[in-house]
T-cell receptor, first 112, second 117 residues
C-alpha cells in the first residue's frame, strides 16, 4: 500500500506570491492533517480535513487555507507569502481522524 | 497552558551505548503519549504510543518508553544504539478521548541524536 505522498518535495517562492501544496493520503484514509515545521516554532498543527470538511484548525492566519477533494486528496494554500512561511509542511493521514497518523515526507517551502 | 518539554536539544552517544531521551508534559489529565522519529529529509515515523495500561511500552526498532504519572514523564529508551538511530526524536501528546474532529498532536521541540562510531 502506498504511503502518504506530498508534492512537490521542494518549492522556492518570492514574498507576496501564493503557493499550493498537495497531499495524497493512504488509500482508504479519509482524514488529512497538515503540520508546519520550522526550526524556531517546531511542529505546529495547521488544520485537519475529513470528508471534504475542515474539522479542526490551528492558530494560523487566514492566509493559510486548505481543501479536500472527494477522493480524500488535500491541498494547502498559502497566500501573500512571507519570509517566515519558509518551512517544511507535513501532511498526515488516518482512517477517521486520530491515531495512528501516517506522515508524508513533506514539502520544503523556501520564501525569498 | 498545555505543553510538552524535551529538555535535551542535542544528545551524542557512542554506538552500542544505551540511550534515554526525556519528555515531560503539562496537561490537566494524562494525555495520550507518542514518540516519533524523523530522519533527515523524511517525514515522521511513529515509534510507539501510550494510551493506558502497562506503563512500559514497546515500540519498533528496539525502542521502549516508560510512562511515569508522578513525574509527568514519558522517556524513550534503547539499550544499545545503532548508527542508523541518528535522527531527530519528537515527543507528542493528544488529550485523552480525542478523536475525529478534535484530534491534533502537540509536539515537543525535538531532540537531535548523534551517534559516534
Amino acid at each position: 500500500k502506498a504511503g502518504v505522498t506530498q508534492t512537490p518535495r521542494y518549492l522556492i517562492k518570492t514574498r507576496g506570491q501564493q503557493v499550493t501544496l498537495s497531499c495524497s493520503p493512504i488509500s482508504g484514509h479519509r482524514s488529512v492533517s497538515w503540520y508546519q515545521q520550522t526550526p524556531g516554532q517546531g511542529l505546529q498543527f495547521l488544520f485537519e480535513y475529513f470528508s471534504e470538511t475542515q474539522r479542526n484548525k490551528g492558530n494560523f492566519p487566514g492566509r493559510f487555507s486548505g481543501r479536500q477533494f472527494s477522493n480524500s486528496r488535500s491541498e494547502m494554500n498559502v497566500s501573500t507569502l512571507e519570509l517566515g512561511d519558509s518551512a517544511l509542511y507535513l501532511c498526515a493521514s488516518s482512517l477517521e481522524g486520530g491515531t495512528p497518523l501516517h506522515f508524508g515526507n513533506g514539502t520544503r517551502l523556501t520564501v525569498t | 497552558a498545555q505543553s510538552v518539554t524535551q529538555p535535551d536539544i542535542h544528545i551524542t552517544v557512542s554506538e552500542g551505548a544505551s540511550l534515554e531521551l526525556r519528555c515531560n508534559y503539562s496537561y490537566g489529565a494524562t494525555p495520550y503519549l507518542f514518540w516519533y522519529v524523523q530522519s533527515p529529509g523524511q517525514g515522521l515515523q511513529l515509534l510507539l504510543k501510550y494510551f493506558s495500561g502497562d506503563t512500559l511500552v514497546q515500540g519498533i526498532k528496539g525502542f521502549e518508553a516508560e510512562f511515569k504519572r508522578s513525574q509527568s514523564s514519558f522517556n524513550l529508551r534503547k539499550p544499545s544504539v545503532h548508527w542508523s538511530d541518528a535522527a531527530e526524536y519528537f515527543c507528542a501528546v493528544v488529550p485523552q478521548n480525542s478523536g475525529g474532529s478534535n484530534y491534533k498532536l502537540t509536539f515537543g521541540k525535538g531532540t537531535l541524536l548523534t551517534v559516534n562510531p
